[in-house]
């Protein structure tokens, strides 16, 4: 009987083939996602693990610094390695981030690609294999440079053309490139610029320490033996690696970023499978309500429960392998669309085959059959329970059969349960466990409106079909008597769409409070009339801000640099200041009062509470191998994100940062009274044009340039979450396709007493469309609740305006009644083509 009744299940599937195909495509498209996820990630590692194994290829052990505010290796340190016995050689390493500029004076643009300047070593220095020259030779005097294949053919440049690079320290340098040299080392968009020896000593170091040291060892010395022999000779500011930590030490920067995308594509690809879920469910509820007659005829021939269950089970299991199957090459195909995306984005990533590895096929396999069974399983079970005699008596039954209250109960339960957990959250004020009660809570509540829906969808829809189906007569009635007669399937529909506008309003009114916010902070902070910043990776030069000074109608600069340092002994960032505060940033001070001049000091208020600072009191700013620089507390200002926890002047800015490493944040700027802004901006564009990085903005433009980011990022999650919008979609056509056949007679019959084609056609819109805006206004409710509170979380991190994007709510409702009524146009066409007399007469 088992081998009868699962010849009976794939032939069921076969002769059903366009609800196989939507229910397939729901278990694909999340299975896709999911198995996109791994591949591109397991792509991108495989990538940079050959980029680095190339990098790194001959290091032995490496000597570095053990912490970032260290200020490098001393030179003196170089002669007494060599001379460590086992060493064959030493590599001295130093660089920073450039710009280089054509030979037409354009940037030549990386993407998301390092570009950066850095020190040619001679084969005898190497540790590795040197690189080879494509054309040229080694630079060997200032203001000669040998640069990368892929940076000579994105600037167009060959040996023998001038250049410029640009430096946050040194500003603009002119070159020649001498040579043009090959590297497995580089990603998509990489630009290498090298120096001769000395002259890269003198750009990118202080004079007294290198960046890092890369050592070689002899004939029969291990790296763990180099390293023992070498340690003994370091301060204590230094530590060495062997050459499998420096490997790994490189690698894990990456393989933390990349788990990062990983788990934010496998959370969009979970979202999607759980939105699939509701859909398989809803699918096979259907499916076992419309085969009653067919289930209970195997019950009265001798199948038993178990049997009849495991046959749809059968059928879920065969959907599942075929959805995963098709949905882990679609993962691949999704991996590769994305890598060739942000490649046409210019995003700089390496190239290289995708990797399918075994894990990611078996995740891929198990997660979408299991899940597939597992919404199967429900139905399956009630398919079991059918008794004989009493389901051949019916053509079709109900899928509500059985009261609503026991589920209500557990609904109201979870609900409440979710609403306290809420409340804890919002008296726990801000920060993490405010956002995890929060979190715990919408969970809750989100369940509970699961539960509850079958209740609300007749709560909602009933007063909305009134409005809704007003203009359509009779139709209209019929159309919200159909959404409500079943109210299980219409919950299970609906909820899924609820869950993709749960989730997109929500991210909506974060990302609009991150806005106001940033506007409420410029708005009320900042009074300068513009603003010099950079889009790459090199800060403003310093002399940007000096030519900018020199600019007609120009009463003040402010030059604003990042400072990271010890402070009593803690490591911590704060701010260095050069020029006037009060004309370009309103700083209201809570505690004493003056500007950070000098060895005067100005700390946030939270930070002071927190380190115990008060006005008068000293404290010790100091990294190592520089002198220690006491400062006095003269000011205890508001919280600022603008300014961070201190401020200090520039001149000890400068006594605790090299050289090499001079650069500003932003300049801010402000004119003269009376002076012609339009002019003023013309004359700082015309004085920092040389600098090339540097760009002049106005307040509204800087902050413009601010919102584009968060625009981008939320543009960025919208387009994942179209996945599970897409799966809604397609579950209201599956359903309403299924329902159509459910409802075959009854729409012969209305055909027979007169309905017209067109009027069927636009009943079944307008039951899809109620379905549509209840799950729409049930998510929206629920994203538009949780939105603020989550924000709410964030005041800490400076959000500390709501904005509810209204009219994105308002045009989110809109396109889910739109997509409610094109989900229909296919279930609606085939309902209008029922012969009545077929219908009618149909067993």
Do not use: C
Not at 470 to 476: D, S, T
Not at 741 to 760: P, S
Request: charged letters at 15%.
């Amino acid at each position: 009987m088992s081998g009868a009744l699962r010849t009976v299940s794939i032939r069921n599937l076969a002769a059903h083939r366009v609800r196989l195909l939507l229910t397939v495509v729901s278990v694909l498209l999340g299975t896709a996602f999911v198995a996109g996820s791994f591949v591109f990630t397991d792509t991108l590692k495989g990538s940079f693990d050959k980029i680095f194994a190339t990098v790194d290829q001959g290091v032995d052990a490496r000597v570095q610094p053990r912490q970032s505010y260290d200020p490098g290796v001393p030179n003196a340190l170089v002669a007494r390695i060599r001379a460590v016995p086992g060493v064959r050689a030493v590599e001295v390493h130093a660089g920073a981030p450039v710009v280089l500029v054509d030979s037409h004076g354009k940037k030549v643009q990386p993407g998301g690609a390092p570009s950066e300047g850095g020190l040619w070593t001679s084969g005898t220095d190497s540790v590795g294999p040197v690189p080879a020259f494509a054309s040229g030779r080694a630079p060997t005097g200032p203001g000669q440079v040998v640069i990368n294949e892929g940076a000579a053919k994105k600037g167009k440049l060959k040996t023998g053309d001038h250049a410029k690079v640009v430096l946050p320290n040194d500003g603009v340098i002119d070159v020649n490139v001498v040579g043009v040299y090959r590297t497995d080392a580089e990603t998509g968009g990489y630009i290498g610029v090298l120096f001769s020896r000395q002259q890269a000593l003198a750009l990118f170091t202080d004079g007294e320490h290198v960046g890092s040291l890369d050592i070689a060892a002899g004939p029969g010395v291990s790296g763990k033996e180099l390293a023992a022999r070498i340690a003994p000779t370091l301060p204590s500011t230094l530590e060495v690696r062997t050459g499998t930590q420096a490997r790994a030490d490189d690698q894990g920067g990456i393989q933390t970023a990349l788990s990062f995308i990983n788990y934010i594509l496998l959370a969009f690809g979970f979202i999607a499978l759980i939105v699939g879920t509701f859909i398989i469910y809803n699918t096979f509820s259907m499916i076992v309500a419309q085969r009653l007659r067919e289930l209970a005829l195997l019950r009265a021939i001798g199948a038993g429960r178990a049997q009849v269950r495991r046959s749809v089970l059968v059928e879920a299991g065969i959907i599942g392998v075929i959805g995963s199957g098709l949905g882990l090459a679609g993962g691949v195909g999704l991996a590769y669309g994305l890598h060739a995306l942000l490649d046409a984005f210019d995003l700089g990533l390496p190239a290289g085959g995708l990797v399918l590895s075994p894990r990611t096929v078996i995740v891929a396999l198990l997660v979408g059959t299991g899940v597939t069974l597992l919404s199967a399983n429900a139905p399956a079970r009630r398919a079991g329970k059918i008794p004989p005699v009493a389901a051949m008596r019916e053509e079709f039954a109900s899928m509500q059969a059985g009261s609503l209250r026991k589920r209500s109960i557990i609904g109201a339960a979870v609900t409440a349960l979710g609403v306290l957990a809420t409340f804890g959250g919002v008296l726990a004020g801000s920060g993490g466990s405010a956002a995890s009660l929060i979190g715990i809570g919408l969970l809750g509540v989100a369940a509970g409106a699961m539960f509850l829906s079958p209740v609300l969808a007749g709560v909602i829809i009933t007063p909305l079909g009134k409005i809704v189906g007003r203009p359509f007569g009779a139709i209209g009635q019929l159309a919200r008597t159909n959404a409500v007669r079943n109210p299980r399937r219409t919950a299970a529909t609906a909820f899924a769409l609820t869950l993709g506008l749960l989730l997109v309003s929500g991210i909506a009114v974060i990302g609009s409070s991150v806005k106001a916010s940033i506007n409420k902070t410029f708005d009320n902070n900042v009074s300068a009339d513009f603003i010099l910043t950079t889009q790459s990776e090199v800060s403003v030069p310093i002399q940007a801000a000096a030519a900018a000074a020199k600019v007609r109608g120009i009463a003040s600069t402010t030059e604003l640099h990042f400072l990271s340092t010890l402070v009593d002994g803690k490591h911590v960032g704060g701010t260095g200041v050069d020029g006037p505060l009060a004309p370009v940033l309103q700083v209201e001070l809570k505690h004493g009062g003056g500007q950070p001049t000098g060895h005067d000091l100005l700390a946030s208020e939270t930070f002071a509470k927190d380190q115990h600072w008060t006005i008068g009191s000293m404290h010790t700013f100091a990294i190592p191998g520089r002198a220690a620089i006491s400062e006095t507390v003269t000011g205890i200002y508001a919280d600022s994100q603008l300014l961070g926890p201190w401020l200090v002047s520039g001149d000890v800015y400068r006594a605790l940062t090299p050289r090499h490493e001079w650069a500003d944040e932003v300049t801010l700027i402000k004119a003269r009274p009376g002076a012609d802004l339009a002019a003023l901006r013309t004359g700082l564009e015309r004085a920092t044009n040389d600098y090339y990085v540097v760009t002049v903005k106005n307040r509204a433009e800087f902050k413009g340039q601010l919102a584009s980011q968060i625009n981008g990022l939320i543009g960025l999650i919208y387009a994942l979450l179209a996945l599970a919008i897409i799966i809604a979609i397609l579950g209201i056509v599956n359903t309403l396709a299924l329902s159509v056949v459910e409802r075959r007679r009854e729409i012969g019959m209305l055909r027979a007493v007169g309905m017209q084609r067109k009027q069927v056609r636009r009943m079944i819109y307008v039951e899809s469309l109620l379905i549509a805006v209840f799950g729409a206004l049930l998510g929206l409710g629920l994203g538009l609740v949780y939105g603020p509170l989550f924000t709410r979380t964030l005041r800490g991190q400076g959000l500390d305006s709501l904005s509810v994007p209204w009219g994105q709510a308002l045009t989110f409702l809109v396109v889910a009644a739109v997509v409610g009524v094109l989900a229909a146009l296919w279930p609606g066409s085939r309902a209008a083509r029922t012969r009545p007399l077929e219908a009618i007469t149909a067993s």
